[in-house]
């Protein structure tokens, strides 16, 4: 095997050949900084998917070392992530209890199918299927999953108990809570939410104006979140809140991330099947989103069907390392990125602190305050919610306002599943309906030029003896009888019509369908006295119609342009 | 009410007006010769059906007088139907046994119900979602529905049982039982169909030969399968085979057709209701493209969503008459047109012509051996199978060929329900497929001229500096990525490149998700010092881009040709 089969089969050959002092230097600042960052969140996000805290670590040490083997792009970072453990969290619930042994295991069994899924993607090229989530669908589905988490994690929050997943279920619950809301939990996590929303503006100016360096201010106002949770773990043990009821995270073991096996059971994998898929092509899609934008920024490339794979091997690891469903996350690969990260290897650093974490600092969060991560994980969902693109699409297209507002709607009263579902199905079908009922103008030459437009909003020249129409759309069996239907409908009209030419310049395909209404359009012009030209047909298309009859039986003829057609057949309107 | 009003409400009212002796003297003939071809199809469909004969003509009354109050069509002839029939047999077997009185009310029941999906659909006007049933689709759908009537038919003409209902069932099924054939049932049953088969080109001709005038040997030829049925219940009764175990109709109730009622049960009704659609739309799509094809000849037109209501009129007739699902048959309509019927009075008088029957004829049914109904229809059905379909498919488009070989080969395994849903779904998602990848060509300027072409496919001048690309399919949410990917790639290989042209001649709409597309390739090709360009935008395209910021923010110019876009950027291209 050459080199360069290796480097293509592996995209780290790529970047290591090239790895020098500097870029290790760069390399290990990022590290650190995203470690330090990454450490909350993955206890966070764990939580959020109904799992233990030390979860969360496992889930970003494997899957950071294989993305940096198999992933094509620089920086992104790849571990727990906020709608992904949302759709953890739902799926699994349906089949087991939190905090039981099989809660887990089914974590385990998620994310080895889904990173199995990923991998049969990648290698068979389906990437582009993911391009049938649309942007409003996704749009609508991130806003509601990150309004649906932060209603979940504001009964944490408050410190009250409420029943029900979805989102007007916990809004009703939160309200008819409130009389019994714990209050210094309350406290703790709302005094932690106001500071994590000021540390994101304030903090840094705030050092700055202390005399800090411009790059140490910048790397501590990042590590803000993580001084919030420790003072609030260090006064919750002073003042001992939680014996009055304060909940913490509690012992977390130390130690390795521990070797697992996803449960082989086919009735379970079937059952997960779905929620495996759609768990799978939203992370990808994320994923592949964050990656793209920070890629184009320095003019290199990720490439989709390699992602998959390098997504599917993360999944498959944070399986077998006792992890769950993961995939990369925006906001720690902006860090990553902003952080100065050159290669993958900064991810594997990122790796390397984590684990010493999970074997040093476990201790150290027993008396961390679960309103405290909860806050995190409400203030950095809350910029994920977009309710502007319901305004930009109503002004854009109904369509894609409807195909938002169903994914929006039905994903919070239903859930992440059948909100998704909701929303693919609902934007193919406005797809295919708005190409079912395609434009056809009647055009007509634009006096002293070569030009033909709608005859309704030009002042053109026409002839009884001729009829022009031009077909804004591909001719497919779902909008094939369209065509027939105006035809007919124009020959019923026009007595004197001897020649109807169809402008094909926006036709750029003509199935079996069409092809078959043509020849019935073809037939019926026939038997009515009534030739039928067609005009600049693109080539792929002609290519296809010379391998049928269609044209040998044509009783009219195919011209170039459009031009040429009416200067044939009605001379009278080009003079 | 102006007769005008009442005329656009009542189809009728438009040739009733003009009605006069010589377009009487036509429909009745018409008349006479489809009531003679009718009786035994009625009593054959029936059967197929499951029903007991008389319901074959019940259906074949009330739905025909209907039709002509509210049918666009002069010609059509409303009634059971094979197609449908098979479906109505599938869809009532899940329920009822042949047979039981529940059969038959449940016939009714789906008559009615589809009677309603049809009128619903012509008021609401939604005769278009029948465009989502492609060619391929319907022809594949059609062949193998036929191939399984045969089959099933073939059972009662070898008189041996068979259970199992799929196509490859019924062959296996026939093949094991060949010791076990019924000898005399199947002479008769067999001697009838060599008859029939033989009667449509031979009996002409002979007839001609004996002398007849060409009109009333054309009516007897017509009426050769009657004759048929009849000489074989006369030999029946003679050699008394009723009693060596030959099935036969036995007696048949004469009578009006009952007054009858569906079973309100919404837990029924909720089960039919995919079989019930299927039926409404695949009667609705064979009785359109009869109608249309007929009036055509005489340049007439139908309008769809009238015969929707028409159709609807018909079946919700046929549900409280006794009958069955109906729509408008092709043989019968073929034989009407022939005839020389002129207006939809001659289905009026068929219905008077089948209700007589009903009252007197019954007793003459007796004898009838099943096997000589079946007989019909297996001679009627093969005539609708068209195995060249694949052929034509295959040399056209492999995207054809496949919805047609997938809808034929689940129909035959599965049945006709699984067999339609398959097709509809594949031929969506083959044609949501290929707009998912769109031919993007980079184009050049034809030396000497100002058009544009594919650099891979002729000699053009192109630009270091300078791109071009054409794409050849409406932007939306599907497709859009590709497009990026590509400028991505295209930037990355050139890194003069300073100006990217879109050529949007073919783009026939862009959608939200294309848009934000757009302005993410807009985004990245200015981080890369490259400025964005369109040209050739079409007017609808345009009015919608101006209400967005995209404009405003393009770093490029919008020009109207593609020529002037290149002569203003790069134009030691042009000179």
């Known amino acids: 095997m050459s080199v360069r089969a290796l480097a293509s089969a592996l995209p780290m050959m790529e970047w290591a050949r090239l790895y020098h002092r500097d870029t290790l230097a760069s390399d290990l600042v990022a590290a650190v900084i995203v470690t330090i960052m990454l450490i909350p969140q993955s206890l966070a996000y764990a939580s959020l998917a109904g799992l233990p805290p030390e979860v969360g670590l496992y889930a970003s040490i494997a899957p950071l070392l294989l993305y940096a083997v198999f992933g094509t792009s620089r920086v992104l970072a790849v571990g727990p992530v906020a709608v992904v453990s949302l759709m953890t969290a739902t799926a699994i619930g349906e089949h087991a209890a939190i905090g039981s042994a099989q809660y887990g295991t089914i974590a385990i069994t998620l994310a080895f199918l889904s990173g199995t899924m990923l991998l049969l993607m990648g290698l068979l090229r389906l990437g582009f299927l993911a391009s049938f989530l649309s942007h409003p669908v996704i749009s609508g589905f991130i806003t509601a999953s990150a309004l649906l988490i932060a209603a979940g994690q504001l009964k944490v929050i408050l410190g009250v108990k409420i029943e029900g997943q979805h989102f007007f279920e916990l809004v009703w619950g939160l309200i008819s809570q409130l009389g019994k809301v714990h209050i210094t939990t309350a406290a703790i996590g709302l005094s932690m939410v106001a500071f994590l929303f000021w540390a994101r503006r304030g903090l ?260 009884p003896h001729l009829a022009s129409l031009r077909v804004d759309e591909s001719l497919y069996f779902a909008n094939a009888r369209v065509l027939e239907d105006r035809v007919n409908a124009l020959v019923a009209e026009r007595p004197q019509l001897a020649h109807l030419v169809l402008q094909c310049s926006a036709i750029n395909d003509i199935d079996a369908s069409a092809l078959e209404s043509l020849e019935a359009i073809h037939q019926r012009l026939s038997d009515a006295g009534v030739r039928l030209h067609l005009s600049e047909v693109k080539g792929p298309v002609m290519d296809r119609l010379q391998k049928t009859d269609f044209l040998m039986h044509l009783n009219g003829q195919v011209y170039l342009s459009h031009f040429q057609a009416v200067s044939d057949l009605a001379p009278e309107m080009v003079n």
Chains 1, 2 share one sequence.
Do not use: C
């Open 204 to 463: 840094k100016p705030l050092l700055l104006s202390w005399g800090l360096p411009t790059r140490l201010a910048d790397a501590l106002a990042k590590a803000g979140p993580v001084a919030g949770i420790a003072v609030s773990a260090v006064l919750t043990w002073f003042f001992e809140w939680h014996q009055t009821g304060v909940r913490i995270v509690g012992s977390v073991p130390a130690g390795l991330p521990p070797l697992s096996w996803p449960q082989w059971d086919m009735a379970l994998w079937k059952e997960l099947a779905v929620p495996a898929l759609l768990i799978s092509v939203v992370g990808f899609v994320e994923s592949v989103s964050v990656g793209q934008t920070l890629a184009a920024k320095r003019r290199q490339r990720i490439e989709p069907d390699r992602e998959l794979v390098a997504l599917g091997a993360s999944n498959v690891g944070a399986a077998l390392t006792g992890g769950f469903p993961v995939t990369g996350g925006f906001a720690r690969s902006v860090v990553n990125f902003d952080a100065g990260a050159q290669t993958p290897a900064a991810g594997a650093f990122t790796a390397v602190g984590i684990l010493l974490a999970a074997l040093l600092l476990t201790p150290a969060l027993y008396y961390v305050p679960q309103a405290t991560l909860s806050a995190t994980i409400v203030v950095a969902v809350l910029s994920l919610v977009d309710l502007r693109i319901l305004r930009i699409t109503w002004a854009y297209s109904r369509a894609d306002f409807s195909a938002v507002l169903v994914t929006l709607l039905v994903t919070l009263a239903a859930g992440v599943e059948a909100g998704l579902i909701a929303g693919v199905v609902l934007s193919l079908m406005l797809y295919l309906f708005k190409t079912s009922r395609p434009h056809i103008a009647e055009v007509g030459l634009v006096p002293g030029t070569e030009h033909f437009r709608n005859v309704l909003r030009h002042k053109v020249r026409v002839s």
